[in-house]
Nanobody, 124 residues
Framework: HVQLVESGGGSVEAGGSVRLSCRVS????????MGWFRQAPGKEREGVAQ????????SYADSVKGRFTISQDTAANTVFLQMTNLNPDDSATYYC??????????????????WGQGTQVTVS
């Protein structure tokens, strides 16, 4: 049973940077697809970034391209989301997600069977 434990959220000024971490535990093998979703109050849940763990294939939401970077440290069983040039629209609860499917197949939130507890990022 895969468990995802996030860390690294907090408050930051506009233009600043934050790095989120997601440690994968209780997994025999890496899930096929790892990623990050976010949700702000009153807004739809949004897929931010995802990475196929075996091939390295990566995709980003248009709203974060060029500012966010997803990466993986296989030895540490950890996935990161480096966020730069943050603006108030980036304020949300960020969730680490995992799917047994490849990222080509895991297209929406329902395709990700494992979710972290969420970590808040506030940009002012």
């Amino acid at each position: 049973h895969v468990q995802l434990v996030e860390s690294g959220g907090g408050s930051v000024e506009a233009g600043g940077s934050v790095r989120l971490s997601c440690r994968v535990s209780e997994a025999t093998n890496w899930p096929g697809c790892m990623g990050w979703f976010r949700q702000a109050p009153g807004k739809e849940r949004e897929g931010v970034a995802q990475k196929t763990t075996s091939s390295g294939s990566i995709s980003y939401a248009d709203s974060v391209k060029g500012r966010f970077t997803i990466s993986q440290d296989t030895a540490a069983n950890t996935v990161f989301l480096q966020m730069t040039n943050l603006n108030p629209d980036d304020s949300a609860t960020y969730y680490c997600v995992a799917s047994a499917l490849s990222c080509l197949m895991a297209r929406t939130a329902v395709d990700f069977g494992y979710w972290g507890q969420g970590t808040q990022v506030t940009v002012s």
